[in-house]
Antibody
């Protein structure tokens, strides 16, 4: 069974940094692209970033470009999101999710983890 | 303001058929496939429809998807109380070089 468990969320001041992690199990991690998506309290879903199975290709939503960095350690079956220069509008529940393909371009984004909450507030 | 436009709400009575629309543009739905996600209250999203009209195993055939031009639709027939959820469309956007979601539609079963 595929399992995705996010961690690393918390409360941080504007301008601060946070590193999210996603521990994956139940599948051959390096064969699949992975995504981060987020959901602000009471709001809709927003895709944040994508990394290919081999880590060679990454994509970001415009609002986080230059501030967030997605990475993965295939030897540890782990996905990461380094978030710098955090803003209040980054406050959200952050989900990691598995893609069906190695390049992340199929649209089959499933399953999703349960999320980790990031709160940016002074 | 989401790149893909969905109605904020929809409703129906048990047994009815409801449809949810998703309007995009030539850079997303117009040139790529549409996907749909269901988010039950308090849970993580789940893939419902991929490649416009394909259902992952385990998704009831009451759920169906279609695409025409730059728009996509999700239809739910034989509405059940457990279908009450938020529904999101998504597509790859060639101009933004990333995935885009609709703003979501809250489905209420009356």
């Amino acid at each position: 069974e595929v399992q995705l468990v996010e961690s690393g969320g918390g409360v941080v001041q504007p301008g601060g940094s946070l590193r999210l992690s996603c521990a994956a199990s139940g599948f051959k991690f390096d064969e699949y692209a992975m995504h981060w998506a987020r959901q602000a309290p009471g709001k809709g879903l927003e895709w944040v970033s994508l990394i290919s199975g081999d880590g060679g290709s990454t994509y970001y939503v415009d609002s986080v470009k230059g501030r967030f960095t997605i990475s993965r350690d295939n030897s540890k079956n782990s996905l990461y999101l380094q978030m710098n220069s955090l803003r209040t509008e980054d406050t959200a529940l952050y989900y990691c999710a598995k893609d069906l393909s190695s390049n992340g371009l199929t649209g089959w984004i499933d399953p999703w983890g349960q999320g980790t909450l990031v709160t940016v507030s002074s | 303001q989401s790149v893909l436009t969905q109605p904020p709400s929809a409703s129906g009575t048990p047994g009815q058929r409801v449809t949810i629309s998703c309007s995009g543009s030539s850079s997303n739905i117009g040139s790529n496939t549409a996907n749909w996600y269901q988010q039950l209250p308090g849970t993580a999203p789940k893939l419902l429809i991929y490649s416009n009209n394909q259902r992952p195993s385990g998704v009831p055939d009451r759920f169906s998807g279609s695409k025409s031009g730059t728009s996509a639709s999700l239809a739910i027939s034989g509405l059940q109380s457990e279908d009450e959820a938020d529904y999101y469309c998504a597509a790859w956007d060639d101009s933004l070089n990333g995935w885009v979601f609709g703003g979501g539609t809250k489905l209420t079963v009356l």
